[in-house]
């Protein structure tokens, strides 16, 4: 049995939505042998990223970053998690990633820097991007809760 690690922020009923249909795609009958396992970002451990196999995260677009939910997460694991500094503090590269994730990102106006954000920092973990990042902005509506279920489906999947 692998496991897929669902960490997000999902502060409002839009992004509560979104969350809901990555987290019903990810448990889609039709895929077997995953565990999933959801935590929202203030709460999950590094034992939660150390024991999975592969990780979706959520989060919203703040002032032009990832939420500062999403960010304390980073920086709790961060570093048990196998994530390389640079020598002035910012995340280096370790370039052997291996467990797939992916990533969602709510917004109202421009989730740029918010993407930007996270993928800087994931891109300093042993992790590799296996799905396009899911960009959604202003409301949720059958074709953005479709996109949704298809990534957590996608990342379930990979793992089975
Ligand atoms: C303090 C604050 C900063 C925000 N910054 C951004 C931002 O930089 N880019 C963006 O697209 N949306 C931004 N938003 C909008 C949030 O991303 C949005 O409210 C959140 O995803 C929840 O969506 P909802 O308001 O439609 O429920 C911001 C909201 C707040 C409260």
Known sequence: MSRLLI??????????TLT???VAG????AIEGVEVVVREALGATADDVLAADGYLLG???NFGYMSGALKHFFDTIFLEAGGALSDDGSA???????KPFGLWVHGRYD???AVRSVLSIVGALPWSQ??????????????????????GG???ALLS
């Open 59 to 61: 989060t919203t677009a």
């Open 7 to 16: 960490v997000h922020h999902s502060p409002t009923p839009t992004v509560r």
């Open 20 to 22: 809901d249909a990555v």
């Open 130 to 151: 296996a799905a396009d990042v899911l960009e959604v902005m202003g409301d949720v509506g059958e074709e953005q809760r479709a996109s949704a279920y298809e990534l």
């Open 154 to 156: 996608t990342l379930a």
């Open 26 to 29: 990810a448990n889609d009958d």
């Open 111 to 113: 989730t740029t820097g």
């Open 92 to 98: 280096g590269a370790t370039g052997s990633g291996k």
